[in-house]
C-alpha cells in the first residue's frame, strides 16, 4: 500500500482544482492544471487517489464532533474546549471553532472531490478507457454521498454539490438530500466493483458496490424508508461476501485492518518503519490523558472522548463480556464511582484499570473512563513510534451495522429476502457470547445496536433523533428537545458564503 499513500502527497497535488474560495464568491473560476496528461491512466488513478485523500485529511476534531451529543459518549470535561463540553450538553456556539473548521473542510471536501470527477471526464475525453472512468466517477460519488451525509446529519440542510459551477449548487432539506444522496448510490452501484473492499487488487480497501449501497442504507435509515434500507442492506447480506471479523477485541486494533467485516475504513500506516514516514490519524483526543503503558515508552492521549456510565450501567445490565471490555478503557477512579450504586457493587473481573495487553490505565482528572475502540496497546505499535493509536485504522462502515440495519427495517415493516430480523441480530449477539432471541423487535434491535456500535460516528444519536426519543438523549442532567437537532451554522460561513446567507434569509 505504500505506493498509493505516495500517490496522495506527490501525484494528486497537479490534479486539484482551485478550490480555494470554495462557497463564499458569486463567481467561482475554476481551473485545472495545464500540464496533466489526460491521456494517462495512471494519472486517472490518481485523481481518484486524489478524492479518497481528501475523506483521509479528516481532522482529529471532526469525527467526535459527530458523535459527542450521543448517550453512550460524553465529552471529557476540565479542558481547553468547553465549547466541545457545551456541546455535548447542547449548548450551541455559533462562533465554536470545531463548527467552523467541520463546516468549511468537509464541503470543501466534497467541492474537491466533485473537482476530481470533472477531471475524470477530462480522462475519458483524452482516451483513457471509458468503463474505467466510469468507475472512478462512481466511487467519487460515493465519497462525496458519504461527506454529504455526515454535514447533513451534523447541520441539517446543507449544500448540495453535483456541479463546479456556483450556480447549480444549493441549500437543500435535510430530506431531500438523504433522497439525493440515494439516487446518487443507484447510479454509482452498477459501476462499482462487484468484490468486498478487501478483495480489491487495483486499491485494496477501497469503495466498491457494498460500500455504496450502506450508505444508501443510511441515507434511507435518515428518512425512515425502511424498505428502501432492507433493498440495500439485503443485497448486501446475500452477496455472501462479509463475515463478522471472530474476535470483536481485536477487530478495532491492527489484526482488524482490512478484515471482512470492515465495509470501509480509513487507512492509515507507519509502513513498518520505527521513524519517517507516517500517514497516521491523531487518536490522542480519544485516549486517556494518563496510562502506564506495557511498552514505556508509548504515548498517552487527551482525554476528551469519555465512555457514559449510562452506557456501561446498560452494558452490565444486558451481561456484556467482550463488547463491554473492548468498549471501555476502566480507571480506578472510574470503577469506585460506578460501585457507588449498590446495583453495580459487584462488577466482573474483566472490569480493571489493566487491559489484558498490560496497558494500566491510571486515575486522570478529565474523565472517567476513555474510549477502547478507539485504543490500540501499546505492544501493538512499531517499535519506535510513540504516538497514541499510530497506524490504526478508522473504522468507517462494518457489516455488523449491515445487518442491525437490516434487522431494524424489517421489525418495521419491511420485507426481506436475506432471511429474518432474529438471524440477523443473531448473528451479532453469537459473536459477543450473547444468547439467542427469538421475535425480535425494534427495540430489541436498537439495544443491539446500542451494544455494538456505541462510540462509533454518532450511530447512536442520529437514531435516537430519527425516532424522536428525547428521553433517552436527557440523561445524567442534560435536557435535549428537538430543536437542539442540529447545531447552528457556523457564523463565520454565514459571513462567507452568500449561498448559506440567501438561504437562511429566505427559510
Known sequence: MKHIFKLMYLVIPILFLGCEDKLDEEQENFLVADDVDYTSQEGAFGALVGAYASFQSVG????????????????????DQQ????????????????????????????????????????????????????????????????MTLQLSRLFGDVYKINSLNVTDIEVLPKDELMVWISEQMDEA??????????????????ITKYTALTVQAIANLEVEDYQGVADATGQIISS?????????????????KLANENIWEIQYSDFGQASGENVGHLYAFYGPQNWTAAVPEANSGWGFYEPSFKFI????????TVRLETSILFTDRGIEELQTDPAYSDLPSFVSNTTRDGDVINDYSRAYFASGKHYLPSNQLTPGRTAYGTNKNYTVMRYAEVLLMYAEALTRGATGTAGSADQAVNTVRAR?????LTGVTSNDVMDEKFAELGLEWGIRYYDMLRLGKTDELSYDGRNFSM???????????????FILRNYVNNN
Open 83 to 146: 465549547g466541545f463540553a457545551d456541546t455535548d450538553n447542547y449548548i450551541y456556539d455559533n462562533n465554536f471553532w470545531m463548527y467552523n473548521v467541520f463546516f468549511e473542510n468537509w464541503a470543501e471536501d466534497i467541492l474537491q472531490v466533485t473537482a476530481q470527477i470533472e477531471a475524470l471526464e477530462r480522462f475519458r475525453d483524452g482516451g483513457v478507457n471509458s468503463a474505467l472512468i466510469d468507475q472512478y466517477i462512481a466511487e467519487c460519488k460515493v465519497l462525496r454521498g458519504f
Open 240 to 256: 455472501g461476501k462479509f463475515q463478522l471479523f471472530n474476535d470483536f477485541y481485536e477487530l478495532f486494533k491492527i489484526p482488524g
Open 189 to 206: 452501484v452498477p459501476f462499482l466493483l462487484d468484490v468486498a473492499p478487501n478483495q480489491r487488487e487495483d486499491l485494496p480497501g477501497g
Open 60 to 79: 482529529w476534531e471532526q469525527i467526535p464532533l459527530i458523535s459527542v451529543r450521543g448517550d453512550d459518549v460524553n465529552a471529557g470535561g476540565l479542558g
Open 432 to 436: 459477543a457470547n450473547m444468547p439467542s
Open 313 to 320: 450501567k446498560f452494558m452490565l445490565d444486558r451481561g456484556e
Open 483 to 497: 430543536e437542539k437537532a442540529f447545531l447552528p451554522y457556523p457564523l463565520e460561513q454565514l459571513d462567507l458564503s
